[in-house]
Nanobody, 117 residues
Framework: DVQLQASGGGLVQAGGSLRLSCTASGFTFDDYAISWFRQAPGKEREAVSCISSNDGSTTYADSVKGRFTISRDNAKNTAYLQMNSLKPEDTAVYYC??????????WGQGTQVTVSS
């Protein structure tokens, strides 16, 4: 089975940091881009960041540029989202996502990030 396991969320004060991890299984991790999405209560799910499979190029939502860093360790089948200078508006459930061949999208189970003011 294709699975993504997100972890690393928690409660942190504004200005603090967290590192999320997304560990994959059931597919060739090296071959696919990995994305992070988030969904805050009462809001639409939004794309946060993405890292490519080949050259490791990255993209970020404007709201997190300069504060979040996405990375991957293909040897560990794991992607990371380092989140610094966290703000209360970053509070959300964070999901990692992979789009496999044929457009089949697999979501991890989500990890809660809560930033207190």
């Amino acid at each position: 089975d294709v699975q993504l396991q997100a972890s690393g969320g928690g409660l942190v004060q504004a200005g603090g940091s967290l590192r999320l991890s997304c560990t994959a299984s059931g597919f060739t991790f090296d071959d696919y881009a990995i994305s992070w999405f988030r969904q805050a209560p009462g809001k639409e799910r939004e794309a946060v960041s993405c890292i490519s499979s080949n050259d490791g190029s990255t993209t970020y939502a404007d709201s997190v540029k300069g504060r979040f860093t996405i990375s991957r360790d293909n040897a560990k089948n794991t992607a990371y989202l380092q989140m610094n200078s966290l703000k209360p508006e970053d509070t959300a459930v964070y999901y990692c996502v992979v789009v496999l061949a044929g457009g089949y999208r697999v979501w991890g189970q989500g990890t809660q990030v809560t930033v207190s003011s």
